[in-house]
């Protein structure tokens, strides 16, 4: 191959799905394979679509569905790179090498009385126990687990920083559920009663009673209380 035709996880600013360091190493390795099974010294011009499915079949042609669909689409990746972003003269990944259906995973997870179940057994150790409800109660990886260091746990936060995949760091915590307010058991034969009404509370203020708006007429002074509204217009005259 060319010196030239580099790999596109080379050129990170083109292809920013490979600046992941994991990412960025399968596909160098599936495009360095790739690159010996067809020779590096020959021009990648020279090579034609049968050869790249004759090299991809040869490597992982037994290999896992997943196995061939990653490694498929580096190659492929990097050969649409080579077309469309230095327009070079490359060949393509043939219709004959296509994608595999992959098989879905139908396991169900363990119940959790079952868990409960094996934590109890006296014959299992406890490095085991310890390992399996870390497991089920954070929903991380078992390799992330059992990198762990006893230093590493925040055992009062119940949180312990792992490096997931793809290098990522995060906390995976057990977040136990609230618990929940049950009823009192009432005894067998006994009959719910209705509850009393609430008795009707006393005011603390008496209602005040409402003004004559003539009282101004009977002796009282009107200075002392505004008549109404109904009294002034009787008055202006």
């Known amino acids: 191959m060319p010196a030239q035709a580099a790999p596109p996880c080379q050129s990170g600013p083109l292809y920013p799905r490979t600046?992941?360091?994991?990412?960025?190493?399968?596909?160098?390795?599936?495009?360095?394979?790739?690159?010996?099974?067809?020779?590096?010294?020959?021009?990648?011009?020279?090579?034609?679509?049968?050869?790249?499915g004759a090299a991809l079949t040869e490597l992982w042609g037994r290999c896992a569905p997943a196995t061939w669909n990653r490694n498929r689409a580096a190659v492929a990746s990097w050969l649409l790179w080579c077309q469309t972003k230095k327009h070079w003269a490359a060949p393509s990944v043939p219709a004959e090498a296509e994608r595999?259906?992959?098989?879905?995973?139908?396991?169900?997870?363990?119940?959790?009385?079952?868990i409960h179940r094996l934590l109890s057994r006296r014959d299992i150790p406890l490095r085991e126990k310890t390992?399996?409800?870390?497991?089920?109660?954070?929903?991380?990886?078992?390799?992330?687990?059992?990198?762990?260091?006893?230093?590493?746990?925040?055992?009062?936060?119940?949180?312990?920083?792992?490096r997931?995949?793809?290098?990522?760091?995060?906390l995976p915590a057990h977040r136990p559920r609230p618990p929940r307010l049950r009823p009192r058991p009432r005894p067998a034969g006994q009959i719910r009663r209705p509850r009393p009404a609430p008795a009707a509370t006393q005011r603390r203020h008496p209602p005040r009673r409402r003004r004559n708006p003539a009282a101004a007429h009977h002796g009282q002074d009107p200075a002392q209380e505004p008549p109404h509204r109904h009294a002034l217009r009787q008055t202006r005259r």
Do not use: F, Q
Request: hydrophobic share 40%.
């Open 164 to 170: 997931s995949k793809g290098g990522r760091r995060h």
């Open 100 to 114: 595999r259906k992959e098989s879905t995973d139908e396991t169900r997870a363990v119940a959790k009385t079952t």
């Open 19 to 52: 600046a992941n360091p994991n990412t960025h190493r399968a596909y160098a390795s599936a495009i360095d394979r790739t690159i010996d099974v067809l020779g590096r010294d020959r021009p990648l011009a020279d090579v034609t679509d049968a050869e790249i």
């Open 131 to 162: 390992l399996w409800r870390m497991l089920y109660e954070t929903a991380a990886r078992a390799a992330e687990i059992l990198a762990l260091n006893v230093e590493d746990l925040d055992l009062e936060h119940r949180r312990a920083p792992v």
